[in-house]
């Protein structure tokens, strides 16, 4: 008989600690998925992409960079398409960013940790399905103009997968981790993006379709309100506040960081009117009870208490938003303040001097002339702080008091920035005022 030998194998290796498997949907995105891909190059165990019909080199550069590459068929449902991309991986934690959002070399190292720190622990394992990072809105010169928070990072279990046919949203078990020392950089909501990809129409469709299915859901009314109200008519903005209105007064709950996005539009819109003021201070009370973490709601508080000649109460809100931006610990989450909080010293000018304290207004002013002279050549800076001079009822010869520390208004170059800056912000009057004196010269 003979004896069979015994044939040695060699063990399989390790599976690493953490196997994170990126995932994205993507169609005709042949311009941003190299970078799309090359940020967690180094710490992906796999990445798949699911192209939804790209008709340009979209799958040819996702291949060439070594992605697993799946074909699904459009079906007006973002959430079908994620879950699919998402059924497919194999890593016990999932990235599903988009093809227009990308993380820094630094917070790549930074979420590594964090997740292997989660991965180690039975007990954190336990605790938490979801990672809460800070979502940076970056314009069309890639300056960051708003900072807000989102989950893009989630631990790989059936359970765990996206609903809603558009702003879909993965319905957690567990606790989320709040890293919002983490920044994922996006790129899609950029004005020259945005029209490119034709979003807002197709969105409000897909919105509409799914309120007159589901009349009474408010987070579809608060989307489909902030999708109307970017026509930019005063008939959408109409639109827009009547379904802000119903979705706040609901009785069906809804996320705060989705109703936010009524709060931030009827705000600043009641501010505006002299009759819808009290109902502002409202709704700013109730902001900032439901989202206390934001600063942009102390700020419209405080600008309502500076109308009404609460100097004192003005002042405390404003101090918060001050201590926001010196903490140190990143950029605040605001889409008032950035991209720098001219507006707020702007403020907190009115609201010292009007408690008269002479000397920290005095700094203050100084801190809006600075914040001027480096912002001088982007609209950004100049747009918001005119447009908000304009709403406190300033005329046009006081607008122009408050540039001439920095702008020459006998210059050809300075007046046709001022123009530009206003336009930008809708100040169209005068824009054109300020064209025709540039014109001159």
């Known amino acids: 008989m003979s004896k069979k030998k015994n044939k040695k194998r060699n063990p399989a290796p390790p599976q690493p600690l953490v196997r994170l498997s990126q995932c994205m949907i993507v169609k005709n995105e042949e311009k941003n998925i190299e970078r799309a891909l090359s940020w967690a190059k180094d710490i992906a165990f796999e990445q798949i992409v699911v192209d939804t019909g790209s008709t340009d080199r979209t799958v040819e550069l996702a291949e060439r960079m070594g992605a697993k590459v799946l074909h699904f068929k459009w079906i007006n449902d973002f959430s079908a398409a994620k879950n699919?991309?998402?059924?497919?991986?194999?890593?016990?934690?999932?990235?599903?960013?988009?093809?227009?959002?990308?993380?820094?070399?630094?917070?790549?190292?930074?979420?590594?940790?964090?997740?292997?720190k989660i991965q180690s622990s039975r007990e954190l394992l336990m605790e938490y399905d979801s990672i809460n990072t800070s979502w940076v809105q970056l314009d069309d010169k890639d300056k960051v103009y708003t900072v807000l928070t989102v989950q893009r990072f989630f631990r790989n279990r059936p359970d765990l997968r996206y609903e809603g046919r558009i702003h879909e949203a993965v319905r957690l078990r567990n606790k989320v981790v709040n890293a919002e020392n983490l920044r994922i950089m996006h790129t899609g909501y950029a004005q020259t993006a945005y029209g490119e990809a034709n979003k807002m129409q197709r969105n409000i469709k897909l919105l509409r379709d799914e309120?007159?299915?589901?009349?009474?859901?408010?987070?579809?009314?608060?989307y489909l309100a902030d999708s109307i109200k970017a026509a930019g008519t005063e008939e959408a903005r109409l639109e827009a506040e009547g379904l802000f209105l119903k979705a706040l007064a609901s009785d069906k709950p809804a996320e705060s960081a989705i109703r936010r996005l009524a709060y931030d539009f009827l705000i600043p819109r009641f501010i505006k009117s002299a009759d819808k003021k009290e109902a502002a201070l409202r709704l700013c009370f109730d902001a900032i009870a439901e989202l206390p973490d934001h600063i942009d709601y102390y700020y419209y508080r405080a600008v309502l208490q500076n109308q009404k000649g609460d100097f004192k109460g003005a002042r405390s809100d404003l101090a918060k938003c001050e201590a926001a931006f010196a903490s140190g610990t990143g950029v605040p989450e605001t889409r008032v303040l950035m991209p720098s909080p001219i507006l707020l010293y702007h403020q907190l000018t009115i609201s010292t001097l009007g408690a008269g304290d002479e000397q920290a207004a005095t700094n203050y002013k100084a801190a809006v002339q600075t914040l001027l002279k480096e912002g001088k050549a982007g609209s950004a800076v100049v747009g918001p702080y005119m447009a908000e001079l304009f709403g406190q009822g300033k005329t046009g010869i006081e607008v122009f008091d408050k540039l001439t520390p920095v702008y020459d208004l006998g210059n050809k170059q300075d007046l046709i920035l001022i123009a530009d800056a206003a336009k930008d912000y809708g100040i169209m009057l005068f824009a054109q005022k300020v064209m025709e004196m540039a014109e001159k010269f």
């Open 84 to 116: 699919f991309a998402m059924d497919q991986a194999k890593g016990n934690w999932i990235a599903i960013l988009d093809a227009d959002e990308y993380m820094s070399s630094e917070d790549v190292k930074d979420l590594l940790s964090i997740l292997k």
């Open 211 to 222: 309120h007159e299915r589901d009349p009474d859901n408010p987070h579809t009314m608060l």
